[in-house]
């Protein structure tokens, strides 16, 4: 077993190496392959039927499945962990997580790294990929469906409806991991046409309300919550900036939640898109379209 490394110093020089090269693996793989090294996995937003087919064969087929804790449902580690040693990575640091799936990669044990939703949204996968990389073990993404995405479905719209919503945000109050003057989700709501997805515990929605009112934000714009999208408990929440706080503090839950701000969460609102119009017949092409099936 190696010494432990020092996980900034190798956050750092990978960062480095990132800004001079890039990575040859990028032009040699696409997302979906299976690849060498540990994959840092999608889980998904709960439902083990969420998971993609790249993740379910990754966990079928691990020694070691490091996961984030209670933001992966357990049915879904009871589905496809098989006989793989599970850790739960809420509360370890990068100093013992790295070592943990370094030696049991070096071991020959297949290592996945779980996320929630997807790794690429809020999920500090690169900066573990990073100090596994410096230590000469490969990994690589594979994706998930993100909770935005989840509350989607489970609320039957889109997140983008024409003349509605033409643009979505992913975003997070300020907070622990985000200074207030990071915090921009009144300037998406003001922008009128954007759907703000909002990632944040439950706890956090009331304040971040209070802050839009402050802010000017219309009160009675649209809020949805979906409360633990696709788990077995899943609620949804409706409302306006001006009440659904007291509504989601009043239904006393303490896990994630995610906010959906703005007409396109009650799906009322759309104009027809071209696609199923006549734009067939204006010559434009497949790959001139900019809309999606
Ligand atoms: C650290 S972020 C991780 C996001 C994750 N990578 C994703 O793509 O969904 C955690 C936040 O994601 C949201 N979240 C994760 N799973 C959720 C679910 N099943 N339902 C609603 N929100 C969820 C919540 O807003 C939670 O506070």
Partial sequence: MTDAPDPQ????????KHAHERDER?????????????????????????????????????????????????ELLDAYCDDAELVNSVGKDL????????????????????????????????????ALEHEGVPTYLVPGVTSAFAASATLRTQLTLNETANHVAFTRPQGRTLDAEDDHIAEFVGMGDVTTCVYLGTHAVADTMDRLLAAGAPPD????????????????????????????????????????????????????????????????TESESTSDD
Wanted: charged content about 25%.
């Fill in 9 to 16: 110093a190798a956050i750092d020089a990978q960062r480095e």
């Fill in 221 to 284: 714009t649209p809020v949805t919550v979906v409360y633990h999208a696709s788990w077995p408990d899943e609620d949804v929440i409706e409302g306006t900036i001006a009440d659904v706080g007291e509504k989601v503090d009043d239904a006393g839950y303490r896990a994630s939640a995610m906010v959906v701000i703005g007409d396109a969460a009650a799906g009322a609102s759309y104009e027809r898109s071209y696609l199923y119009g006549g734009w067939a017949n204006r010559g434009e």
């Fill in 26 to 74: 990028v032009y040699e793989h696409s997302a979906g392959d299976e690849q060498p090294g540990i994959p840092f996995v999608g889980a998904g937003p709960g439902h083990p039927r969420l998971l993609t087919v790249a993740g379910k064969e990754a966990l079928e087929g691990a020694d070691l499945v490091v996961h984030a804790g209670s933001l992966v449902n357990s």
């Fill in 95 to 130: 100093e013992e997580l790295v070592p943990l799936m370094r030696d049991a990669h070096e071991d020959g044990r297949a290592v996945v790294r779980l996320h929630s939703g997807d790794p690429a949204i809020y999920g500090a996968a690169i900066e573990q990929m990073d």
